[in-house]
């Protein structure tokens, strides 16, 4: 399929991830859900940031920042409001915090190379902080269906780092860093779908997603393996294969959460 047929596919879906049915947390799989798009969202801003200052699908990458930064938003109410008193709730305040900084970087100016460190140091902190309390969520659920909608959901994150740390190498920031990043990342992904696929509570449902996965999966790992340096086909193929995996792999942390509860 013509990538830039690739790229109407993607948003459409989107419109999909980016919507929640619920307007709340009703429970801990849809609390670790959530919580672990949250670290997913961290990085598709800074992917979104990349591409603008790149020049690179610059109006999906657009549309992705507006609607991320909005559902980050909204979602960070959502936990603050679930997170039980104590360490849970003081990671979602330290997480608020950062993300004020990290926000104030991502709309204050035209992105530009200057300010990508900057941008990645920021990110960075975000991601540690939603990461930590997905972590926290799942080990009050105290369930191994908390822990595989965490796995996940990871999933989701690890689509868009891969995506952000190529765009960085593109732009000649960190690029040594964005190298290695990107291999831990692969090898990770490819270990969780290998989990997921053989846990006794993955549904049909779950596992037809997860084939998709596969596929799409097939398509990108090409698309990383194009060097950085080759201009902006390679860097657009990129972005748009993160896309589209994205959005199978929310699908599948969606089905995880939602076990059970028929």
Known sequence: MNLN?????????????????????????????????????????????????????????????????????????????????????????????????????????????????????????VLELANKGTGQLEQLSGKQLGKLVNVAGRQRMLSQRMAKCYLAMAWNVDSATSESEIGRARTEFVGALETLRRAPEATPDIRQELALADGQWVFYEAALRARASSGSRATSDVFVASENLLQVMDKVTGLYARINKA
């Open 5 to 125: 047929r690739r790229i109407f596919i993607a948003l459409a879906a989107s419109s999909t991830l980016l919507s929640p049915a619920r307007a709340q947390i009703t429970d801990m799989s849809d609390a670790i859900n959530k919580a672990g798009r949250q670290r997913m969202l961290s990085q598709r801003m800074a992917k979104a940031y990349l591409a603008i200052g790149q020049q690179i699908q610059v109006s999906a990458a657009n549309r992705v920042m507006e609607q991320s930064m909005a559902l980050f938003d909204r979602q960070l109410v959502e936990l603050k409001a679930y997170a039980p008193a104590g360490a849970v709730r003081d990671t979602y305040a330290q997480l608020e915090s950062e993300w004020s900084d990290y926000k104030g970087l991502l709309i204050g100016a035209t992105p530009s190379s200057a300010n990508a460190s900057k941008l990645l140091a920021l990110d960075t902190k």
